[in-house]
């Protein structure tokens, strides 16, 4: 058994306002408009009052620029691009917990980690935990490679994405103060592609 | 100067203009009622006799006169009760405002008495909302939520705010200067090869033809789209809620498209070589089966909402701006044209149309409902504002009243709320004191709202209410006539005699059974300054035609029958 990765998954990445109840909002849109999406992940940026998620959608450019306008509507949403074609970085990361209670075990597990960007970061009599960090496509093959050893448990944080170079998605804009947001926002716009 | 959170909430409505609210008191809104007693002179509030009322006065208020409306409703069963009023706006893309009390802070999440997340519960029904926890942003979150309602595609916003905030004092000043906020940038102008793009199709076009919807008023474009239509000869089908966007007598408009539109419009759509789609958004009542919609036509699609475009029809040429700009962007380059052909097809149909029109039908000894509203339109020079509710009766208004000025409809197009149109044509005449304001209602959704019939005494409001009585939930029954082989189940109604209902509220009244007394009834209604309720005994079993059934393609029309076809 293999798991392919789909080529028809596109990246949407979204700068939004680090407020409680915006990934509510996003999870309430992403349900009520039937949006199938394959990951999201969420996480803070260098800008403590804006987070940045990153969507994987099982499905065309169109389909994404639904996701991409249907997002952007809302008010939290502060800046939203479709990563179709340009050229970018993206990781995934996972946590698996392998059998490792035989020396084959432990060897075929050794062996395929030398191979891959992976760690073996927990080794106990029973078991083990690979950290694996890579592309999504990285990682599905090395999970297959793992799987007949034997996988106990698995959690993955699902794709973070990065434009490369000077494609840069950011935005001067710090916090909903009144006094402070005339003069961040007439600094310069948002989300500039320098 | 140092306010509770209760007065800045009043001084933030006085400074957004506001004059009126509608709503209802109770336990985690009860400051702000008392800061309303200190206000009165300045701000009337209207009490309703169920939230779901405020919520629909204040959305017929906004469609009335394209500013704010405002609602207020305690915690809980007060908001809850208010859901209906919000989708309603939301679909239809009406500014209004809702006020909510909620518990106070350290109870929140504790189930407390009259607790509901109210937030969480109108979060899909609402342009944004907000829980205000600290009064020192009350002042600028009420300024926000009047900013987002009316402003990019307008729509509802609810502020939720607890019992101690309201009470809470703080020193208070109203933020000056504009609202900017960082993920909110409603789009305004075209790009230019957008503009040009979109007058290569029409000067390529030979068959074309313009939908105008709702956003051809919402953004003040009626004189642009006329110029548009006259200048380049390009007739103009309407939507339900486009109508008023341009006069319905001019030559050039061809009727009302979609289930209910006229056969003219919609033949005209599916022939059509060029859609210019102003301000509306291909909803499934105006399209019919999508896999066979105008398939010969290009299209452009512009609209204020980007994720419209694409969404159900893909656009040639898509302009996601606000439409007074980008047709005054379009306007000084657009080459005069002339489609005689094209035209005089069209005119073939609507002269088959008029054939079949109702009221060429003899009737004696029946009363038609096309019959009432046509001689109410003629009764009141066309001049009147008409509030539907939905059905049948709001569906032969579209057809029997034409309008001629932007507003003049208001009507629950996206949602078809009944219970919709008496407490918003309340609203509405708050708002333009100076027209006259008819519910045209049908005798099952004004027993939704009926309640609303002491709020109208209490206020003594000028609304002149026209029952559409067949003693039938008329618009389900004729589907389960046409689809479900007449079984009748759950539509024939009994009502209340409602002249007496009115009675029992002090309001003059009147029953209509025959069509030679209309004229006398509704200048006994003009003639009272304060509410009047006409009942119209109607015939009990009407179709409305023409009709795509949902789901069929949109030439495929059940049309009127011609007169001795049977009717």
């Known amino acids: 058994m293999t798991s392919q990765v789909d080529i028809n998954k596109v990246t949407v990445v979204a700068l939004v306002e680090n407020e409680p109840g915006v990934l509510n909002r996003i999870a309430s849109l992403f349900r009520r408009r039937a949006f199938n999406i394959d990951s999201l992940t969420v996480g803070r940026t260098h800008k403590p009052h804006i987070s940045r998620m990153t969507i994987r959608v099982v499905a065309g450019p169109e389909y994404a620029r639904k996701i991409a306008t249907n997002l952007q509507k809302l008010v939290n949403v502060i800046d939203v691009r479709v990563l179709d074609n340009e050229p970018h970085v993206e990781r995934d990361l996972a946590l698996i917990k392998v059998r490792n209670d035989d020396a084959e075990s432990r060897n075929t597990i050794t062996e395929i980690c030398d191979r891959y960007p992976a760690r073996i970061v927990d080794v106990g009599p029973k078991v083990a935990i690979i950290e694996m960090v890579g592309t999504e496509e990285i990682l599905e093959e090395f999970i297959d490679e793992v799987r007949p050893t034997g996988i106990v448990e698995m959690i993955r944080t699902g794709v973070v994405s990065m434009g490369r170079g000077t494609r840069i998605h950011d935005t001067n804009f710090t916090r909903r103060d009144l006094a402070k947001i005339q003069d961040e926002l007439s600094a310069g716009g948002n989300g500039n592609v320098i | ?567």
Not at chain 2, 323 to 352: C, F, N, Y
Not at chain 2, 480 to 509: G, H, M, S, V, W
Request: hydrophobic share 40%.
């Open chain 2, 1 to 567: 100067m140092k306010l509770t959170g209760s007065e800045i909430i009043m001084e933030c409505l006085l400074q957004e203009g506001v004059h009126v609210m509608f709503g209802y008191p109770g336990g985690a809104i009860l400051p702000t009622y008392d800061a309303i007693a200190k206000y009165d002179d300045r701000l009337h509030h209207v009490l309703v006799r169920h939230e779901q009322g405020a919520s629909h006065m204040a959305d017929g208020y906004a469609r009335a006169t394209g500013e704010v409306g405002v609602c207020i409703a305690t915690s809980g069963p007060g908001a809850t009760n208010l859901v209906t009023g919000l989708a309603t706006a939301m679909m239809d893309s009406s500014p209004i405002l809702a006020i909510t009390g909620q518990v106070p802070i350290p109870a929140i999440g504790s189930d407390a008495f009259q607790e509901t997340d109210v937030t969480g519960v109108t979060l899909p029904i609402t342009k944004h909302n907000y829980l205000v926890t600290d009064v020192r942003d009350l002042a600028y979150t009420m300024k926000e939520a009047f900013h987002i309602a009316r402003t990019g595609r307008p729509g509802p916003v609810l502020v939720d705010v607890p019992k101690d905030v309201q009470l809470a004092e703080t020193e208070f000043e109203y933020p000056e200067g504009e609202i900017r906020l960082p993920g909110y940038h409603p789009p305004s102008s075209a790009e230019e090869s957008e503009v040009s793009a979109a007058l290569r199709l029409i000067e390529e076009a030979e068959r074309p033809i313009i939908l105008a919807g709702h956003g051809i008023m919402m953004s003040g474009a009626m004189q642009e789209l006329r110029e548009l239509s006259e200048r380049a000869q390009i007739p103009v089908a309407l939507t339900l809620l486009g109508k008023g966007g341009m006069p319905e007598d001019h030559p050039l408009v061809i009727g009302m498209m979609g289930m209910h539109g006229e056969a003219s419009a919609n033949l005209a759509i599916q022939e059509a070589d060029l859609l210019i789609a102003l301000g509306m958004r291909f909803d499934d009542r105006v399209t019919g089966n999508l896999k066979t919609y105008a398939l010969n036509a290009r299209k452009i699609h512009i609209d204020i909402d980007r994720s419209e475009i694409n969404k159900n029809v893909r656009a040639d040429v898509g302009i996601a701006g606000d439409l007074k700009t980008v047709l005054t962007q379009m306007l000084p380059k657009l080459e005069p044209k002339s489609h005689q052909q094209w035209i005089a097809r069209i005119r073939d149909w609507l002269e088959d149309s008029s054939e079949r029109d109702i009221l060429n039908y003899e009737t004696p000894g029946r009363l038609l409902t096309a019959q009432v509203i046509n001689d109410i339109w003629k009764h009141t020079q066309g001049e009147a504002i008409t509030v539907t509710d939905v059905g049948q009766h709001q569906m032969l208004e579209a057809q029997y009243y034409p309008h001629q000025r932007p507003a003049t409809l208001l009507t629950s197009g996206g949602l078809g709320t009944m219970g919709f149109g008496f407490p918003a044509a309340i609203g509405a005449k708050f708002g333009k004191p100076e027209e006259e304001v008819w519910a045209i209602v049908g005798d099952g959704g004004f027993q939704m709202t009926l309640c609303e019939l002491a709020t109208a005494a209490q206020e003594n409001i000028n609304v002149n209410i026209a029952i559409i009585n067949n003693f039938f939930l008329g618009m389900v029954r004729q589907w389960q006539e046409l689809f479900y082989e007449k079984r009748y189940e759950a539509t024939p109604l009994f009502n209340p005699d409602f002249c007496k209902l009115a009675d029992a509220y002090r309001i003059p009244n009147r029953r209509v059974t025959e069509r030679d007394e209309i004229e006398d009834a509704v200048q006994f209604a003009r003639d009272i300054d304060g509410p009047t309720l006409i009942e119209f005994v109607v015939e009990k079993e009407e179709m409305v035609y023409p009709m795509v059934p949902a789901g069929a393609d949109l030439h495929d029309m059940k049309r009127r029958p011609k007169p001795g076809e049977g009717s």
